[in-house]
């Protein structure tokens, strides 16, 4: 007689799309113990072979890895819809920058980073790719909420509340990632903020610490097609040919945006095996244009999808950019065929966790990676019929429809009422940033 | 001493957009008797005047028109998802006619029209123009649900299980009218499907009915690139010229898509007054492209938006509409601050209700019009914080936030739970449905 093993969470599921696969797999069960997956198999047989402290019946549900967000300035959720429908630069010059100005505070990024990962809690997200100002901060409130983080060691030349040079702004991240070097959720990588906002001298240093410290480079790239105009006039290369030459593309860069890309552009992120972090939302929203998905994909260039900062989306939904950007990619191509939603959910997962350098531990719902997982009901009415669940999760069901969350195989479905309950205040904190940012509009 | 007024409803809201003007009133309340609007003033003002049999205290939502789906196959619903990420010409050939014709029956338009109205309903929705076959069952939904519709007079060439001819659609469809003229709820258009599905003598007798009984004319225009082409060669001329020429165009013509127009098209719509339904994500998600919505609005055409069938959307979702159009817009033009919240919010209701014919009845929150009105919740965290409700509502909140609707004055918030409860057993004819039409896929 078979003994049974002892396990700390059973999660039985009507379908499962594990993504290290293109297979769904119906009536199957994730044994998770001590965090990590142990074993992915039909329920009746896990029933057998496990015994659970806790079991989770998901008998109408999609159950997914958890999605990870490329790119985002969390703490940016508290200037959420301060100024919209404006010209870039008016929106930047009269409203982001002088609000920043005022009111960027440890207390501002730690209030707006909470409020963003129970945004992106509520919606699946379990692992987010921030870069922002005050960076223990960001990682404090990731901590508190039990969601993985690689927080950037943002770094500009010009001076902000947080730091007063590029070396400032590297110095400070470093001193915060050796605070943070044990914590099992909180990662870091190092974030230039562009091109056209770091000088040489200072993406030769991060390309040496990359190195030294086997850290991600995190940099918006491409966005607007203004940048590229400038560069070349400044540096007479393409900002793209400019970190290159400096060492900075390869595997471990993410590069954010990318709308703006000729062939030689693709092929210099194919061949150095770049990331590229998708935005459509933020890139539609600001005027930035579409980037080229399908022509990134077919060239087999590894895509992550990215929300942005809620001031610029101005929702943190990775299922909606999951939709937007197979929905762009058709529409803009003319190709009802390209990037289908299971595309789109492995970017918005697994093509994830690759940029970030983590797809050993998170990005699929493998034996020996960690349990992070989401769940999609698909019963309400407006999910009805079914017939192809992945299709359904792209096409059909928002993120309203996530039930269940778990990073490291502990359910955060607390937060979606955690604002209420908050041990922080969180809710009083909301209505004084609320009060004081008003005047900035 | 002022005698108080007895009525029927007092809806109290924090934030009142009545989209009649651009005006954001705060504490306002929306007094309603008999269905109609009487009254829209501060609230306290109409605590004093009105005696209310019942009240509805919104203290923190913004309260909008009903929004009007200007275009859809609301029976498709059962058809949702059943072919996903497909080239145009397989998906319709291979899965959708073969689906229609093998299941199409005035059950299959009943049971797929009552959930598309829940969906609807639930998501702000208050009124759709729909075109479909067996409008009776169409008509019936809707009635039943206690909503809104615009009823297309279905026209083909082609037979299907519910027509032979053109003059077969016609005479039934007209037969169809006679039966729910008296019905408050329910209109009807003279819906021909397409100019290259409809010939010249039908379209003819089309515009001499549309004069005669004074009706909408419904109809997909220019939504591809090949159809241009084939009527160059068939017709020798473009396919919104040749519907000049039999005399559909005007302040009756609903042309729905308008994706690919040339400067000729554009003057065409504008000059003769006619109306586009626009409708982004279906555009995109079948691969016709992006329609130039920011020259029709510049050329001073009056939009509706349209959510088309679930079938190729997959989601019946306005709100979700309204942010696609104005992001679209953006990216698509350069401009940021092209198609604001405001357009959209006008667009998704009064648009909807002019190019219905209906504006003198729906689409704004006036005195006098009839009471169909729309609530959001705004205070979930994810609408956090919320300098600007009508930017919150297209760039934040989505359809999920909907908290109540009303259509005539009367409450149809139990739509939310109208298919565990159904009296039509609603939710067996669903799974019976996704059985039947499984094979088909």
Same mark, same amino acid.
């Given at each position: 007689?078979?003994?049974?093993?002892?396990?700390?969470?059973?999660?039985?599921?009507?379908?499962?799309?594990?993504?290290?696969?293109?297979?769904?797999?119906?009536?199957?069960?994730?044994?998770?113990?001590?965090?990590?997956?142990?074993?992915?198999?039909?329920?009746?047989?896990?029933?057998?072979?496990?015994?659970?402290?806790?079991?989770?019946?998901?008998?109408?549900?999609?159950?997914?890895?958890?999605?990870?967000?490329?790119?985002?300035?969390?703490?940016?959720?508290?200037?959420?819809?301060?100024?919209?429908?404006?010209?870039?630069?008016?929106?930047?010059?009269?409203?982001?920058?002088?609000?920043?100005?005022?009111?960027?505070?440890?207390?501002?990024?730690?209030?707006?980073?909470?409020?963003?990962?129970?945004?992106?809690?509520?919606?699946?997200?379990?692992?987010?790719?921030?870069?922002?100002?005050?960076?223990?901060?960001?990682?404090?409130?990731?901590?508190?909420?039990?969601?993985?983080?690689?927080?950037?060691?943002?770094?500009?030349?010009?001076?902000?509340?947080?730091?007063?040079?590029?070396?400032?702004?590297?110095?400070?991240?470093?001193?915060?990632?050796?605070?943070?070097?044990?914590?099992?959720?909180?990662?870091?990588?190092?974030?230039?903020?562009?091109?056209?906002? *770091?000088?040489?001298?200072?993406?030769? %240093?991060? /390309? @040496? #610490?990359? =190195?030294?410290? !086997? $850290?991600?480079?995190?940099?918006? +790239?491409?966005?607007?097609?203004?940048?590229?105009?400038?560069?070349?006039?400044?540096?007479?290369?393409?900002?793209?040919?400019?970190?290159?030459?400096?060492?900075?593309?390869?595997?471990?860069?993410?590069?954010?945006?990318?709308?703006?890309?000729?062939?030689?552009?693709?092929?210099?992120?194919?061949?150095?095996?770049?990331?590229?972090?998708?935005?459509?939302?933020?890139?539609?929203?600001?005027?930035?244009?579409?980037?080229?998905?399908?022509?990134?994909?077919?060239?087999?260039?590894?895509?992550?999808?990215?929300?942005?900062?809620?001031?610029?989306?101005?929702?943190?939904?990775?299922?909606?950019?999951?939709?937007?950007?197979?929905?762009?990619?058709?529409?803009?191509?003319?190709?009802?065929?390209? *990037?289908?939603?299971?595309?789109?959910? %492995?970017? /918005? @997962? #697994?093509? =994830?966790?690759? !940029? $970030?350098?983590?797809?050993?531990? +998170?990005?699929?719902?493998?034996?020996?990676?960690?349990?992070?997982?989401?769940?999609?009901?698909?019963?309400?009415?407006?999910?009805?019929?079914?017939?192809?669940?992945?299709?359904?999760?792209?096409?059909?069901?928002?993120?309203?429809?996530?039930?269940?969350?778990?990073?490291?195989?502990?359910?955060?479905?607390?937060?979606?009422?955690?604002?209420?309950?908050?041990?922080?205040?969180?809710?009083?904190?909301?209505?004084?940033?609320?009060?004081?940012?008003?005047?900035?509009?």
């Amino acid at each position: 007689m078979t003994q049974t093993q002892k396990i700390d969470l059973l999660i039985e599921a009507r379908w499962i799309a594990p993504v290290d696969s293109d297979a769904l797999l119906e009536h199957h069960a994730v044994a998770i113990d001590n965090g990590r997956i142990l074993a992915l198999l039909p329920s009746n047989q896990a029933r057998r072979r496990f015994q659970p402290a806790r079991q989770r019946i998901l008998d109408k549900h999609l159950l997914i890895p958890g999605l990870v967000n490329t790119h985002t300035h969390a703490a940016m959720t508290l200037l959420r819809g301060i100024a919209d429908d404006l010209p870039l630069m008016e929106w930047l010059q009269k409203h982001i920058w002088p609000a920043e100005a005022a009111h960027m505070s440890p207390q501002f990024v730690l209030d707006g980073t909470r409020l963003a990962c129970v945004e992106m809690l509520r919606g699946g997200i379990t692992c987010f790719n921030d870069m922002y100002f005050f960076p223990d901060a960001s990682a404090q409130a990731a901590s508190e909420l039990g969601m993985r983080a690689t927080i950037g060691i943002t770094t500009l030349e010009f001076p902000t509340p947080y730091a007063s040079d590029a070396d400032d702004y590297l110095d400070k991240g470093l001193a915060v990632r050796e605070r943070w070097l044990e914590h099992p959720l909180i990662n870091f990588s190092l974030a230039p903020h562009a091109p056209y906002t *770091v000088n040489d001298a200072s993406f030769e %240093r991060i /390309a @040496t #610490l990359a =190195g030294q410290l !086997a $850290l991600p480079i995190h940099c918006h +790239i491409h966005e607007t097609q203004q940048e590229i105009v400038d560069s070349l006039k400044l540096h007479g290369k393409r900002p793209l040919a400019r970190l290159h030459d400096l060492g900075l593309t390869g595997p471990g860069l993410i590069a954010v945006h990318a709308v703006h890309l000729d062939d030689g552009d693709i092929r210099l992120l194919a061949e150095s095996g770049s990331h590229v972090a998708h935005c459509p939302t933020s890139n539609l929203k600001l005027a930035s244009g579409i980037a080229p998905l399908k022509r990134l994909l077919d060239a087999g260039i590894n895509i992550g999808l990215g929300t942005d900062g809620a001031a610029s989306n101005n929702r943190l939904d990775l299922p909606g950019e999951m939709r937007l950007a197979s929905l762009l990619a058709k529409g803009s191509t003319g190709d009802a065929a390209a *990037v289908s939603a299971r595309h789109a959910l %492995r970017m /918005a @997962t #697994l093509g =994830g966790a690759q !940029a $970030l350098g983590l797809a050993t531990r +998170i990005g699929s719902i493998t034996p020996g990676k960690q349990a992070d997982l989401c769940a999609i009901d698909l019963s309400s009415s407006d999910c009805r019929p079914c017939f192809d669940p992945v299709a359904h999760l792209v096409h059909v069901a928002g993120r309203e429809a996530v039930s269940d969350v778990w990073v490291d195989g502990k359910c955060c479905i607390e937060a979606k009422t955690l604002l209420a309950n908050s041990p922080n205040n969180l809710e009083a904190a909301l209505t004084l940033w609320q009060n004081r940012l008003e005047v900035c509009r």
